[in-house]
């Protein structure tokens, strides 16, 4: 059973009912829709084809919203794509003018009052590098450092400077508002700089309807890789965006921020993706090359909850193959870890800070001293599951709630799968009900020994206390 997950990105090439459908049987978990493009209309009739998928198969497929965030991007070009020539002067405009090969306006209004003379300023993920020459009233004057062929709405990323632009941006607002009435399980937080940036994300949902969705913070600047920590405190997720975080950061420093940021939201029991370019060349070829599939493989190895797709089932020509291809690198690479080495040696000593922190490491260690089958937890938040997962056991953790949201929240977490049982108030019936739904999904068979565990009282979320060791029943 495959355990790492797997995020693919909706977008022209899949937003049809039959794609998603073949893309959900080959190993989707989660359908991330990006707004920083498409339109609300667009993004709810794709999320109604979702819907239909989702019940059709009955597999809970999450959804992600990933946010704009507080991103700078040029405008509209006159006559189409320019090439900005080396040695040249192009300038930004904060008045919104249509573009043409000499200047091009910005979407941050505000941006000359933050820079100043010799700021660098890259555009499309660095292809294009400008270097200030002088700040003017609603213009900045630039020499074209690096040159390439400029089209609309391209992003701008201006490395080490901070901007004071809000973070939560009225446009992200409206697409928050949107989503929460839509029906998202997840939102990504993007270009997250400190805590108070998923704080801020959080109060907004809590104050608009939206408590229930999870926030996954987006690491795709050099003060978000500085203030990790904190914010992992405060999120429920991460994502290494490595495609900004290739433009704000040395390239030759990713690996080794992706290796801590895994390492780190895992011991803290959050969910960790990997994203962009994993099988980049898979948007217009069938196979992709070995170093993607080594790129892939060494985020399994280095214990990744989740990989993800963006162009390649977006934009691509292969959106299925991609999904297969990344199923067929993360089960062989998985098959070659020995986690219960792993487990032992890794995390046999580790702390405890809490009950459910030391609960969900005993429940590992039991399941592999008595061999059992299986763990079962029964969940009102996830939390039990999310912590058992973080200790990435191979043994398999099904994961139970009443709760249609939190079964579909769960599709994120590393080795787990969720199940729909009824809520009930006796903790005999609970267990009985779990484990019965887990065998008639084929999960478990008579006479196999499972490990249970839940919290008392049940009604209480976030409150893991209690462990048992029984046989599933004739």
Known sequence: MRKTKIICT????????????????????????????????????????????????????????????PEIRTGILKDGPVYLEEGTEFTLLTEDIEGDATQVSISYKELPQDLGDNHRILIDDGLIELEVLEILPGKIRTRVVA????????????????????????????????????????????????????????DFLDENGGAHIRIMAKIENAEGVSNLEEII??????????????????????????????????????????????????????????????????AIFDGTSVTMLSGETANGKYPVEAVKTMVRIIERTENDIDYKKQFFIDNMYQDAHNITDAISHAT?????????KAIITVTKSGTTAYMISRFRSDIPIIACTPDATVLRQMSLSWGVTGLMVG???????????AINTAKHEGLVEAGDLVVLTTGIPLSQSGSTNLVKVTHVPD
């Open 10 to 69: 909706l977008g022209p090439a899949s937003n049809k009912r039959d794609v998603i459908m073949e893309m959900v049987k080959a190993g989707m978990n989660v359908a991330r829709f990006n707004f920083s493009h498409g339109t609300h209309e667009g993004h709810l009739a794709t999320f109604h084809e979702l819907n239909w998928v989702r019940n059709e198969l009955g597999i809970p497929v999450g959804t992600l919203m990933d946010t704009k965030g």
């Open 147 to 202: 040159g390439g062929e400029l089209s609309n709405r391209k992003g701008v990323n201006i490395p080490g400077t901070r901007l004071s632009m809000p973070y939560l941006s009225e446009a992200d607002k409206e697409d928050i508002a949107f989503g929460i009435r839509t029906g998202f399980d997840i939102v990504a937080a993007s270009f997250v700089r400190k805590r108070e940036d998923v704080q801020q994300m959080r």
């Open 233 to 298: 405190q405060v999120c429920d997720s991460v994502m290494i965006a490595r495609g900004d975080m290739g433009v704000e950061i040395p390239f030759e420093e990713i690996p080794i921020i992706q290796k801590d940021i895994i390492k780190v939201a895992s011991m803290a029991g959050k969910q960790v993706v990997t994203a962009t370019q994993m099988l980049e060349s898979m948007v217009s070829h069938p196979r992709p090359t070995r170093a993607e599939i080594t790129d892939v493989a060494n």
């Open 364 to 372: 590992c260690l039991i399941a592999y001293n008595l061999n059992a």
């Open 423 to 433: 809520e009930e108030r006796i903790m005999e019936v609970l267990f009985d009900s």
